[in-house]
Nanobody
Framework: QVQLVESGGGLVQPGGSLRLSCAASGKIFSMNSMGWYRQAPGKERELVASMTSRGTTNYADSVKGRFTIARDNDKNTVSLQMNSLKPEDTAVYYC????????????????WGQGTQVTVSS
């Protein structure tokens, strides 16, 4: 199985920056995707940013130009640099890992970290 450990959350003023980090351990497939989701109270969990093992990135429209995702495939780590933070960025942020395979059968397995709180407030 896979374990994900997040760090870097906290309280920051609007316009400030935070950097989230996540380390994965366990049975991690070579074909995978790592990323960040967030969930605010009363709202559904949404994708913030992700990056596949191929290097393909995906960002939510609301964070494009402000957030940057990076990963180290060898170390199985992923980070999220968050700049120009806004109050609407306040949420619990979850690190995610999707293991994918084509053999013996096509399949994916998703894993989640415990979440880290990000609060943007003056």
């Amino acid at each position: 199985q896979v374990q994900l450990v997040e760090s870097g959350g906290g309280l920051v003023q609007p316009g400030g920056s935070l950097r989230l980090s996540c380390a994965a351990s366990g049975k991690i497939f070579s074909m995978n995707s790592m990323g960040w989701y967030r969930q605010a109270p009363g709202k559904e969990r949404e994708l913030v940013a992700s990056m596949t093992s191929r290097g393909t990135t995906n960002y939510a429209d609301s964070v494009k130009g402000r957030f940057t995702i990076a990963r180290d495939n060898d170390k199985n780590t992923v980070s999220l640099q968050m700049n120009s933070l806004k109050p609407e960025d306040t949420a619990v942020y979850y690190c995610s890992l999707r293991n994918s395979q084509w053999t013996p059968i096509p399949a994916t397995i998703d894993y989640w970290g415990q979440g880290t709180q990000v609060t943007v407030s003056s």
